[in-house]
């Protein structure tokens, strides 16, 4: 196939092209590993990165083109991890060596769907692995949830980490001493931290530094994390949980009530070390903290079996002043065999002046790609992109999906590396 593909941009001028690093004198027998073989990834964070990776390992011929819409690669690696924790960045050192590779080139600045169709890709390369990832969000779908002041986690999360999408974002963070964090995953733990750390210690990070200056100016004093179900199910890890309870002036809020378990509660600890050990954590905290109660210190309560309703205004009208949440109690789904929540019928207030949400980032589909809006996925097959849902679907010829498009948005950065080595491994075998 071809290799060069003109952008319509001319501010860009941007081709697909390079000279080809082959012996003249080599000889390649048909099928062999050493074949020419063209790919476009297409994202290039932890997933994006990972299969080209595996790509260039699996494969002596292979030519790895990484596209990106932004003028800078790792995706969530630069812009999702929270800016006190380094050590989860050291991998870009790994991607930087994939990137210096040869035979690996990497072009910021195109956007699938605007700058370059999907079909103009599959006609330029051999494969075409889709890595773009979930960059949407979740919504409720509730009244009230275009006041000013209700932002998503990901959004927040991209402004402090100085994502360009999001530098003028500016959170009001001084117009409340209250901030309601909707979600206890451990995106959700992150903003909270964010907010409640003190700033000298984010001065030593890469954070943005409109957002250091923003954050030393907060007069946020409470954060509540809000979640639907109870401390069991809180779907955080425990080393995330571990650090924000570990904070330094911030005292830990929990009521006692929460705390008790039922019969399904412990069978769930009993299955999930994760379940028990966040439980036990929450429990340990809860004891110290009632013995520590410093009015000079920050507070963040843990807010469980709560589920918002509505989003009501402040007295201007149009910008968040409460958030109106419903009672929830767990009740046994039988068709899964896991608690859900379902609300009481009773409802109560919570007052704030800014609402981050956390439940979950959602993937958008582009022209020419079947998509599952349900799962927020494309169909696929180990990584084979199918044409459509149906049990019977075929798969389309050389396209492939890895990471939060092919599984969801769920994972650490290191689980992207089984993905990316499922979808490579079926992409040079097909």
């Given at each position: 196939m071809g290799r060069g593909l003109l952008l319509p941009h001319t501010r860009r001028l941007m081709l697909f092209m390079r000279p080809m690093r082959y012996s003249?004198?080599?000889?390649?027998?048909?099928?062999?590993?050493?074949?020419?073989?063209?790919?476009c990834?297409?994202?290039?964070g932890p997933a994006g990165f990972y299969t080209a990776e595996k790509m260039l390992k699996g494969h002596e011929g292979v030519q790895v083109d990484i596209i990106d819409r932004l003028p800078t690669p790792f995706g969530l690696v630069r812009s999702g991890v929270a800016p006190d924790h380094p050590e989860t960045k050291i991998v870009v050192n790994q991607f930087s060596r994939v990137a210096a590779n040869p035979r690996c080139s990497f072009f910021g600045n195109v956007t699938l769907g605007s700058d370059v169709s999907l079909s103009e890709l599959r006609k330029t390369y051999d494969v075409v692995v889709l890595a773009y990832g979930a960059e949407s969000d979740r919504s409720f779908g509730i009244p009230g949830e275009d006041l000013r002041g209700i932002h998503s986690a990901r959004e927040f999360v991209w402004w402090y980490n100085g994502h360009p999408d999001m530098c003028n974002l500016a959170p009001d963070l001084t117009n409340t001493d209250s901030a309601v964090v909707l979600g206890q995953g451990n995106v959700a733990l992150d903003v909270a931290r964010i907010l409640l750390r003190c700033t000298t210690e984010l001065a030593s990070t890469d954070i943005a530094g409109y957002a250091l200056d923003a954050l030393r100016s907060s007069t946020i004093r409470k954060v509540y994390l809000v979640g639907r179900r109870g401390p069991v199910q809180a779907a955080c890890t425990a080393k995330e949980?571990?650090?924000?309870?570990?904070l330094k002036n911030v005292n830990i809020c929990i009521k006692e009530a929460d705390l008790a378990t039922s019969p399904a509660d412990k069978e769930e600890m009993r299955n999930s070390r994760i379940k028990r050990r966040v439980y036990e954590l929450l429990s340990k905290a809860a004891t110290v903290h009632q013995e520590n109660n410093d009015n000079d210190q920050k507070e963040l309560h843990f807010v469980f079996f709560r589920k918002p309703t509505k989003f009501l205004p402040s007295e201007d009208g149009s910008t968040v002043g409460a958030v109106e949440l419903e009672k929830t109690l767990l009740k046994d789904d039988g068709a899964t065999g896991k608690q859900v929540a379902v609300g009481t019928g009773e409802f109560e207030e919570l007052k704030c002046g800014i609402v981050l949400k956390s439940i979950g980032y959602k993937s958008l589909p582009i022209e020419g790609l079947s998509f599952d809006k349900y799962r927020g996925v494309v169909p696929n097959l180990r990584g084979r992109v199918l044409c459509s849902e149906s049990e019977t679907a075929t798969v389309e010829p050389g396209l492939y999906v890895v990471g939060w498009l092919k599984r969801g948005p769920t994972g650490i950065v290191a689980t992207n590396l089984h993905c990316a080595k499922e979808t490579a491994h079926v992409a040079l075998l097909y």
């Open positions: 003249a004198s080599a000889t390649v027998t048909a099928g062999s590993s050493r074949d020419p073989l063209h790919v990834v297409v994202g290039s949980l571990r650090e924000i309870l570990g």
